[in-house]
């Protein structure tokens, strides 16, 4: 939580950072500035921009609320799961597994689930359970990498569309002054601009969700090697 607190402080301090000068210049009507770049970079693309950003910022802290929920005290757990299987009592380290969160415990869950069947069967559950985990903790990712490329995609499009329409003045008019090509030019870059701002803050929230899904997955493999061995001492233990 103090890591997800600090990240959250840093990507804020950036923000921050970026629209200094703007409201420097005016601070009072900082908000009224933002709208009126909003409107000038044509209504219809940056309310898509905006609608991308809404989304992928929604799924970035679903993903993150989901991950941060799923990690648990491994080294504890494990322990009081050693501690129960020494003493011979299974049902004890499932209803511990059972009554704790996250992928970690449920592969455990699995694996107690079969034990005593062998050491391969036990083997078996863990790694095909973990694959299902592990698509748990991916889930959405895939819709957050597409409204990443989707906001400086559909800023490129607004570009493209005002460079057609400043070349359509100049062609009524037939002059290239820059007060006719002015209109098309600002929607071309201020939807650039929003698009590309917006990809670069959704990629932050996507490689802190990409991190802990890694730091995630690499507790799971480390502690299935970890079941193996309490069911192999459990096995040699018991004899069963």
């Given at each position: 939580?103090?890591?997800?607190?600090?990240?959250?402080?840093?990507?804020?301090?950036?923000?921050?950072?970026?629209?200094?000068?703007?409201?420097?210049?005016?601070?009072?009507?900082?908000?009224?500035?933002?709208?009126?770049?909003?409107?000038?970079?044509?209504a219809f693309f940056m309310s898509?921009?905006?609608?991308?950003?809404?989304?992928?910022?929604?799924?970035?802290?679903?993903?993150?609320?989901?991950?941060?929920?799923?990690?648990?005290?491994?080294?504890?757990?494990?322990?009081?799961?050693?501690?129960?299987?020494?003493?011979?009592?299974?049902?004890?380290?499932?209803?511990?597994?059972?009554?704790?969160?996250?992928?970690?415990?449920?592969?455990?869950?699995?694996?107690?689930?079969?034990?005593?069947?062998?050491?391969?069967?036990?083997?078996?559950?863990?790694?095909?359970?973990?694959?299902?985990?592990?698509?748990?903790?991916?889930?959405?990712?895939?819709?957050?990498?597409?409204?990443?490329?989707?906001?400086?995609?559909?800023?490129?499009?607004?570009?493209?569309?005002?460079?057609?329409?400043?070349?359509?003045?100049?062609?009524?008019?037939?002059?290239?002054?820059?007060?006719?090509?002015?209109?098309?030019?600002?929607?071309?870059?201020?939807?650039?601009?929003?698009?590309?701002?917006?990809?670069?803050?959704?990629?932050?929230?996507?490689?802190?969700?990409?991190?802990?899904?890694?730091?995630?997955?690499?507790?799971?493999?480390?502690?299935?090697?970890?079941?193996?061995?309490?069911?192999?001492?459990?096995?040699?233990?018991?004899?069963?």
């Amino acid at each position: 939580m103090k890591r997800w607190i600090a990240y959250t402080a840093a990507v804020g301090a950036a923000l921050f950072l970026v629209v200094l000068p703007v409201a420097a210049q005016d601070a009072p009507g900082f908000h009224q500035v933002l709208k009126e770049k909003f409107i000038e970079g044509s209504a219809f693309f940056m309310s898509w921009i905006a609608a991308a950003f809404v989304i992928g910022l929604a799924f970035c802290i679903e993903r993150i609320i989901y991950l941060n929920l799923a990690e648990i005290n491994t080294k504890r757990f494990t322990a009081s799961v050693e501690r129960a299987l020494d003493e011979g009592d299974v049902d004890a380290a499932k209803d511990i597994a059972r009554r704790t969160r996250g992928p970690v415990a449920s592969i455990y869950y699995q694996g107690l689930m079969h034990i005593g069947q062998g050491v391969d069967v036990v083997e078996k559950s863990v790694v095909a359970y973990g694959g299902v985990q592990a698509g748990y903790l991916e889930k959405g990712c895939s819709w957050i990498t597409l409204f990443i490329a989707m906001a400086p995609s559909l800023g490129f499009l607004g570009t493209v569309i005002g460079m057609v329409l400043s070349f359509d003045k100049i062609q009524q008019v037939g002059d290239i002054s820059p007060a006719v090509v002015a209109g098309g030019m600002k929607v071309a870059l201020i939807t650039t601009i929003f698009g590309l701002i917006v990809a670069l803050v959704l990629q932050l929230f996507y490689n802190y969700v990409l991190s802990k899904i890694e730091s995630l997955t690499q507790e799971m493999e480390d502690a299935s090697v970890t079941l193996l061995d309490m069911v192999i001492k459990y096995d040699l233990k018991y004899g069963r």
